[in-house]
């Protein structure tokens, strides 16, 4: 009589967003467990197993342009039983990230899915707010489309909580002369860069003095707006 194997398990494993240190040691022995990692470029990867002198045999990469093509797989792979981590480029996995298709189908089958948190570039920036934040409202990364971009903006003008926002490092200028154009250069922000890194800064004012801080500057970032009237 044949035995049914265990169905595997996916977790979702948070790294390291610029601090090597900030990897927790449940990350580290998850990774090291594992059948197979999943990771959102294979350099990225195989930089952080490295670090880790974790083996690189397992590790596969899937990103916006196969997802489709390859869940299918790790889905008949955890149901026979394979062990499965998934992790990004840095910080906590799918969230802004590749990914969600693997947890929609993963739990669409009912298998199990167990975070391992750690790093967040959006909680280390709401930890250091110099005023009470008891809601936000998370708009991500802005449409590219210049029209839609703009639309958004202003729907955004019209919510009272406080508004986080990201985007790419070459963005970061423009979105603040973006956003005070449409919020007003006076409304007050909080702008995080480099979190964790030696190069880490919190910016505090309007947008207008926060711009005069900045140099062309290209850096990972995390843009809160504060509550105001325009």
């Not at 398990?9 to 990692?37: C, E, F, M």
């Not at 930089?47 to 390859?70: A, C, G, S, V, W």
């Amino acid at each position: 009589m044949e035995i049914m194997k265990k169905p595997g398990a996916l977790y979702v494993v948070a790294t390291p967003i610029g601090n090597w240190d900030d990897i927790t040691i449940r990350a580290i022995n998850t990774l090291k467990s594992v059948d197979l990692i999943v990771c959102e470029e294979i350099r990225e990867g195989s930089t952080l197993l490295k670090k880790l002198d974790i083996p690189q045999t397992n590790l596969l990469e899937i990103n916006e342009h196969n997802e489709k093509e390859q869940v299918p797989n790790l889905i008949n792979q955890l149901i026979a039983g394979m062990d499965m981590a998934i992790i990004s480029d840095c910080g906590t996995p799918v969230f802004a990230d590749p990914g969600h298709f693997l947890i929609e189908q993963a739990a669409m089958f009912n298998i199990k899915i167990i975070p391992i948190p750690g790093a967040s570039s959006l909680m280390a920036t709401l930890s250091v707010l110099d005023f009470e934040i008891k809601e936000f409202h998370y708009a991500g990364f802005l449409p590219r489309e210049k029209e839609i971009r703009q639309k958004a903006l202003v729907s955004l003008r019209q919510i009272s909580i406080p508004i986080v926002m990201m985007d790419t490092p070459y963005r970061l200028i423009k979105l603040l002369e973006e956003v005070g154009k449409t919020f007003g250069k006076n409304r007050r922000i909080t702008l995080a860069t480099d979190i964790t890194m030696s190069s880490e800064k919190i910016y505090r004012g309007t947008i207008a003095e926060v711009l005069n801080h900045l140099n062309s500057q290209k850096a990972e970032f995390v843009l809160v707006i504060h509550p105001g009237r325009n």
